[in-house]
């Protein structure tokens, strides 16, 4: 492929570690240097991470799902597409590159101009349609034409269901294997791993305000990446709604002293390190039992804002409809019914868990809510000759 004189070429390489984390190398081959940029989940602004010169590159320890922006100092608009087969495109001035486990992808818009592009395109629109059946505002919005460049959409384009199956697949092997070897690495602060109990009724009624209200506006396609085996963007329409920072502050201020108290610390001691957005689950979603990322969910909550069954399914809906299943400090397993306005506590990185069967309903509404003791994880590690449930001294 040619380049266009002053046209900034930016490689960009994923490599895969084990399990959900990745190493994303970022090589400038250019002549201007480049901005990187990590972007949050929700309306949290960018985070700069640095600059990489030209001839110089950076790596950065990702997982599966994250962003980042890259931005071009001086020159032309430069955008980078880069698959897992390496096929670069110029387009634009700002790029996100995502994470996932088979390799790296930014979101990028296909040309869905063919026949056999378009027809398939319809046929997810359909899809959408019937699952919302009844509920003619969430098929305008939802299943619009606006949103057919969502990967979900996608995906179905680009992958087959063979190849799907394979490299998802084989990607979950991978993860299976990470959940097999890190619980067992860590300290643990329950005597079971999770809780279950009632959201203090204000912060509910507040995020079940705020979701009704705006989610026929500003919900956006969450775009999961197609191979990432905890949720895939091709298996499962998810959407984000992102919160406004009054309600992430009053999420913070809510469930710290809850969960410091139920994990053994004072609230103090917990280092908030992810809200993520309202997270919208449509019909056929899947998301499969792991523990989560080791270095920043550990003391975790779920909150569960609404649940809207209606739609073609209303009437053959389990009222249990889509149970958490949780695997406890010894190996146990548990089904944690869904009922609105509960809450989940859980030790997310230690604590297999996930909801495997495909969810039948309309919207299922939830907030993840993570934080991390200080001194996580390296004063929590378990050492030759310790009990699994070892603290620190100091801590």
């Not at 998802?168 to 991978?174: F, T």
Request: with cysteine; aromatic share 8%.
């Amino acid at each position: 492929m040619a380049f266009r004189p002053g046209f900034l070429l930016l490689a960009l390489r994923a490599i895969l570690a084990v399990s959900e984390p990745c190493s994303v190398l970022f090589v400038n081959q250019g002549k201007h240097p480049i901005t990187l940029e990590y972007v949050p989940p929700g309306d949290e602004p960018n985070r700069y991470i640095g600059q990489v010169v030209p001839g110089q590159q950076h790596s950065e320890d990702s997982h599966c799902g994250h962003q980042f922006a890259l931005r071009v100092e001086k020159g032309p608009p430069t955008t980078v597409l880069i698959k897992s087969a390496g096929k670069v495109l110029f387009k634009a001035q700002t790029v996100k590159v995502v994470v996932e486990p088979a390799g790296a992808l930014i979101g990028s818009e296909m040309r869905l101009d063919t026949p056999g592009m378009r027809a398939q395109v319809e046929a997810t629109r359909k899809e959408c349609q019937i699952q919302f059946q009844g509920h003619q505002q969430d098929v305008d919005y939802f299943c619009s034409k606006d949103f057919d460049h969502r990967f979900y959409v996608e995906a179905r384009v680009e992958h087959t269901d063979a190849e799907f199956k394979k490299k998802h697949g084989s990607a979950m092997k991978e993860r299976e294997r990470g959940d097999r070897h890190q619980p067992p690495k860590f300290s643990t602060f329950t005597d079971v791993g999770f809780k279950v109990g009632s959201m203090p009724q204000d912060l509910h009624t507040e995020l079940l305000r705020f979701h009704s209200t705006e989610r026929l506006t500003k919900a956006k396609p969450e775009n999961m990446l197609v191979f990432c085996p905890n949720l895939s963007g091709r298996e499962s329409d998810t959407w984000l709604l992102a919160l406004p920072q009054d309600l992430r502050n009053k999420i913070e201020t809510s469930m710290r002293p809850i969960l410091a108290k139920w994990s053994g610390f004072e609230p103090d001691d917990l280092q908030l390190t992810a809200i993520y957005g309202v997270r919208l689950y449509h019909n056929g979603s899947v998301l499969y039992d792991r523990v989560d990322r080791v270095d920043t969910h550990v003391i975790s909550a779920i909150l569960e804002v609404q649940h809207m069954v209606g739609g073609a399914e209303a009437d053959a809906a389990d009222k249990e409809l889509w149970p958490l299943h949780i695997l406890d400090h010894d190996g146990g397993q548990h089904r944690v019914r869904n009922q609105v306005g509960q809450m989940i506590l859980y030790e997310s990185a230690t604590c297999a868990h996930g909801r495997p069967q495909p969810f039948i309903g309309r919207e299922f509404a939830n907030v993840f809510v993570h934080f991390a003791p200080r001194g996580w994880p390296d004063k929590f590690r378990v050492q030759p000759g310790q009990p699994r449930g070892f603290r620190h001294p100091e801590l």
